[in-house]
């Protein structure tokens, strides 16, 4: 078994790699590499996509990452792999973003990633820090996961889902914040689950695990 955590030089990769080898080990989940070579994504048996930084600047740097693109859209569409996005990289899977300009995503998520916009005027803009999951539906990542339990956030902007139906969870912030997404092999997660404490260890190791 192969993790590949695509690296398109959006972000310090290194505690979502210390983060997906400590959980890997501890449930025998196998191999896990931090990688910008199409080749491997290509093989790997399951891909976790990260991202810092701004929705367009993201998507343009997968998209010319040496074939890495390719490689991961026909992974999870044809050979049907697990798929993690994490923080932009969930946010990649939704229709379109709206940061600085509009931007195609991935299409995977029936939903568009706009400013947050809080209606409560004292809440500050990035949204950062701990923040209570709300969990709207079961899923295989969230075993052993209840509502209340916290994940650590830092973003500007949310994914504004059209259809409902593919939030797994969220959590208020004058308003609901879209915290998991999911449909079939594709699942993101708004949060960094590498530095959301056990909560997130436990997200990793069932994504791990996770056989759609």
């Not at 997968?62 to 050979?79: C, I, P, Q, W």
């Not at 590498?194 to 759609?212: D, H, V």
């Amino acid at each position: 078994m192969l993790t590949a955590i695509i690296d398109y030089e959006s972000g310090n990769l290194h505690s979502a790699d210390k983060a997906f080898r400590r959980m890997a080990d501890e449930v025998g989940a196998g191999d896990v590499i931090v990688t910008s070579d199409a080749d491997v994504v290509a093989r790997a048996d399951h891909l976790v996509l990260p991202g810092d930084g701004a929705f367009p600047a993201c998507a343009e740097a997968l998209k010319g990452s040496g074939g890495l693109f390719d490689a991961m859209v026909e992974a999870v569409e044809t050979r049907g792999v697990p798929f993690l996005g994490i923080c932009v990289g969930m946010q990649l899977m939704a229709r379109k973003g709206h940061e600085y300009r509009e931007t195609d995503g991935l299409g995977w998520i029936d939903g568009e990633v706009e400013k947050i916009a809080p209606t409560d005027p004292t809440l500050k803009v990035p949204h950062m820090g701990w923040n209570d999951l709300v969990i709207e539906q079961a899923h295989p990542v969230l075993d052993g996961v209840k509502t209340g339990e916290h994940a650590y956030f830092v973003h500007s902007y949310q994914m504004h889902m059209t259809d409902l139906s593919q939030r797994i969870a969220h959590v208020d912030y004058g308003g609901d914040i879209t915290a998991i997404v999911g449909t079939g092999n594709r699942v993101g997660f708004q949060f960094h689950p590498e530095k959301s404490a056990e909560t997130g260890l436990r997200m990793i190791a069932n994504f791990l695990t996770w056989k759609p």
